[in-house]
């Protein structure tokens, strides 16, 4: 070997390879390098932030104030509390039923001097622990309460946060510093889709807490059962807050929609299109081409917007429906809507007593939505009929065909009539796990019953109108056999209240 050769094969051989690899070496370590230094960066400013956000500023020191503390712990939060001199305040924790404007009772107060303070409160919210709250002031148990396991006793599947009510301004004003209200965990069994997921309202009474600041003297009233009181924001409609609403829609704005939220959805629970007669003429009805809306007023002359006040002691409230028109019309029937606080499960119906009523002579409700609610039970008094035998003296529904069942009523006595379904479980887990169901868009609350109460004076007259075909694909038999597509009530003028009914449906006791 040569000299030559020989200092060749000591010197560092390199390719283009082993280049791009150094290169590619030298690029993740300057990523990680500008990664780790914009990380730290990040931190700093975060704990900046905190240490900000947790500074308790006093902008005037005769009005209470606090500030928040970084959360430790899952179940601890902390707040910084200032409390002004010269008047007596308390630390107060409500447990029990609470809405956007109900404040459940005080289960406990203790009395928080002037000066600057820390609260702490812990919330042991599960049934393990039997729900419960231990309330700290500067390191100092405070408040202890425990509402046991069975409050919740499935323990509860989502949880939000609610405002201090908006009622009139208190001089001094309370400080809110938590407040939380629980939708209680339901179990429908195991299995791939049983899972249940309920339409929120924060109207709603639930079971919470509230924790605040608030004067010593200064008492409260239970929240108030109607929801169209004050500022109530009208889309959440007006009516029980834990019973059936009147909800106006935009959609379609003839059909009147009854809703109930505290069965876990907002979709209707009963909807109805009304005709109003005069004779043999039709005086208002959906096909009515002039007809813009209903105007929900607050008498039967509609001059006035719907104004109710919170009064624990009145029992009754009334909204009355005013329909709007494109033109003049001097043929204008007005509705009158009633609740009654003691019965929860119910609305009713009339026509006013107003002389734009004068010159109806009958008027007809349909009831809809059967195959939103797959309506497969029809009674009526004591007579059980399901869809599925509507046919002649109870034959079998013809598949692929609609017929209209007549049912026979005793105007002797009050009519009462009652629909539901017969799944026995929610119908967005029956949408969800029988593929016949799917994309059918069934109703999304808790099972329910429906019903309807009709004075023996207005004379009913009764037709249901049974499906056996789907309506997306003529002449395909519906998924599990017909439904009660609706039923019509035709009901001669007159003041008496027609009472609509929707509650949780009774289960059997094998789906309990």
């Known amino acids: 070997m040569t000299d030559d050769a020989s200092n060749r094969s000591l010197m560092p051989q390199f390719s283009l390879l082993n280049l791009l690899a150094l290169t ?62 010269g008047e007596d305040y308390e630390l107060r924790l409500g447990l029990g039923k609470i809405s956007t404007t109900g404040i459940p009772p005080i289960a406990a107060g203790v009395k928080i001097p002037a000066g600057r303070h820390r609260v702490t409160l812990y919330a042991g919210d599960s049934p393990s622990e039997e729900y419960r709250f231990v309330v700290y002031v500067d390191g100092e148990q405070a408040i202890e309460q425990t509402m046991g396991s069975d409050w919740m006793p499935e323990g509860w599947s989502s949880a939000g946060g609610i405002g201090w009510p908006r009622e009139p301004e208190r001089d001094p004003a309370p400080l809110q510093l938590a407040a939380r209200s629980y939708t209680p965990r339901l179990d429908f069994g195991e299995g791939r889709g049983r899972y249940f997921n309920g339409g929120y309202d924060n109207f709603v009474t639930r079971n919470g807490y509230r924790l605040w600041i608030d004067a010593s003297d200064n008492v409260y009233q239970s929240g108030s059962p109607m929801i169209g009181i004050g500022r109530d924001p009208a889309y959440k409609g007006i009516g029980l807050r834990d019973g059936l609403r ?24 009963i909807r109805i299109a009304a ?136 105007n002797s006595e009050d009519t009462v009539l009652k629909w539901q379904t017969n799944e026995t479980l929610p119908l967005q887990i029956v949408e969800r796990t029988k593929p016949p169901y799917a994309g059918m868009g069934l109703y999304g609350g808790l099972p329910l019953s429906s019903g309807m109460r009709v004075p023996a004076e207005l004379k009913p007259t009764l037709r249901a109108k049974a499906l056996n075909k789907d309506p997306m694909v003529e002449a395909k038999a519906f998924p599990g056999g017909a439904v009660f597509e609706e039923i019509e009530v035709d009901l001669k003028a007159g003041p008496e209240w027609i009472w609509l009914q929707a509650k949780p449906m009774e289960q059997p006791p094998s789906a309990q």
């Open 246 to 269: 009147f909800r106006p829609i935009s959609g379609k704005p003839y059909e009147w929609d009854f809703t109930r939220p505290s069965l876990e959805s907002n979709d209707p629970a």
């Open 24 to 85: 590619a070496v030298l690029a993740i370590g300057m990523a990680a390098g500008t990664a780790y230094r914009k990380h730290r960066s990040l931190l700093q400013y975060r704990e900046t932030l905190l240490s900000l956000s947790s500074r308790l500023l006093v902008e005037d020191a005769d009005k209470l104030a606090s500030s928040a503390l970084p959360k430790v712990a899952g179940n601890f939060n902390s707040w910084n509390v200032h409390i002004p001199a």
């Open 275 to 410: 005709t109003f007669f005069a004779g043999d003429d039709v005086v208002l009805s959906s096909n009515s081409q002039t007809f813009q809306s209903w105007r929900i007023r607050n008498d039967a002359t509609g001059q006035d917007a719907l104004s109710w006040e919170a009064d624990p002691k009145q029992l009754t409230y009334s909204a009355f429906l005013h329909p709007l028109f494109g033109s003049v019309d001097s043929r204008a029937p007005v509705v009158e809507i009633m609740w009654d606080t003691n019965r929860p499960d119910e609305a009713a119906l009339r026509l006013a007593d107003t002389p734009a009523n004068d010159e109806i002579t009958r008027w007809r409700l349909r009831l809809l939505g059967g195959t939103d609610h797959l309506w497969r039970q029809l009674k009526v008094g004591d007579r059980t009929i399901t869809a599925g035998n509507a046919g002649d003296n109870g034959a079998a529904t013809p598949t692929g065909e609609t017929i209209w069942l007549d049912l026979a009523t005793d």
